[in-house]
């Protein structure tokens, strides 16, 4: 099983790897610059090169990389939107240039103008990335707190048509739960499935819910310990066509014991 954490890259951003492994994860999310600003501070040559050699091992693989949390592809204001876009194409460089395989990219707010304006501002920010074939972008689902776009099977279906680009997903099971998807049920796991295909589900983030099914809200809870519950992620894993997914985990609290507890979850069936 892929398992692992969003690490901080606090003083080198190789050290990741450092933090990942104590951890115990084989497999890690990190940010490549900081993730409440705008800037992209230059990497030095030296980090660089360290960074590589930590990723060459393999022993934590993939490495997928998180934007920022000020883009906003969705935005109808010309000079954020505009200003985000060049915030993905930089940060797409950069995953190229350190071997990072995957990028996960919310997609925004559409700040009251309607989802469809939100849709089409995201397909044309998507088709406008720069994104070079060893890094692959993930658009990922979003709890459907007001304004927000992709937190429905169909509006992620509508941009992936609406696309000329090849992207990828990365499902959040606390953002399924809290948009009222139910991914302790089988036949919730089988319509997405069915709309949106596993096939291009390339990761997924593994966070309890701290609120109720359908609440809309975007706060994660340690793995159990939520309305998700164990049972309830125990009854996800039973649904083995998802196993073979890297699992990131953004909870409160890391912890060996909760990595421990996840091997145990998907383990029992
Ligand atoms: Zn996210
Ligand atoms: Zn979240």
């Known amino acids: 099983m892929r398992l692992g954490y969003h690490v901080s890259t606090a003083q080198r951003m190789d050290l990741a790897f450092d933090r990942a492994l104590a951890l115990g994860c084989n497999t890690m999310q990190i940010f490549l610059s900081n993730p409440r600003g705008w800037e ?29 949390y000020l883009p906003n592809l969705s935005s109808t204001n010309n000079s954020t939107y505009s200003k985000s876009i060049e915030n993905l194409n930089k940060t797409l460089m950069l995953c190229s240039e350190l071997n ?90 089988e319509e997405i499935d069915k709309k949106l295909g596993f096939k291009d589900v390339h990761i997924f983030h593994l966070n309890d819910s701290k609120f109720q099914l359908g609440s809309h809200l975007d706060r994660h809870e340690n793995i159990g310990m939520g309305y998700i519950g164990r049972e309830g992620f125990s009854k996800f894993f039973s649904y083995r066509k998802i196993l073979d997914k890297p699992f990131i985990m953004e909870t409160p609290q890391e912890s060996k014991e909760e990595l421990l507890l996840v091997k145990q979850l998907s383990g029992n069936h």
């Open 40 to 68: 992209i501070k230059e990497i030095s040559k030296e980090i660089k090169e360290a960074f590589l050699a930590k990723s060459e091992s393999k022993r934590v693989s993939p490495v997928i990389a998180h934007m920022p």
């Open 100 to 189: 990072v395989e995957y990028l996960v990219t919310h997609l925004g707010s559409h700040l009251g103008k309607g989802s469809d304006i939100g849709i089409n501002n995201v397909i044309n920010a998507i088709n406008k990335a720069e994104i070079s074939d060893d890094v692959t972008l993930l658009l990922e689902n979003t709890s459907g707190s007001k304004n927000s776009v992709g937190s429905t099977l169909e509006e992620l279906v509508k941009i992936r048509e609406g696309t000329e680009k090849k992207i990828g997903f990365c499902l959040d099971t606390c953002h399924l739960y809290a948009a009222g998807y139910d991914i302790t049920k089988k036949e919730v796991l």
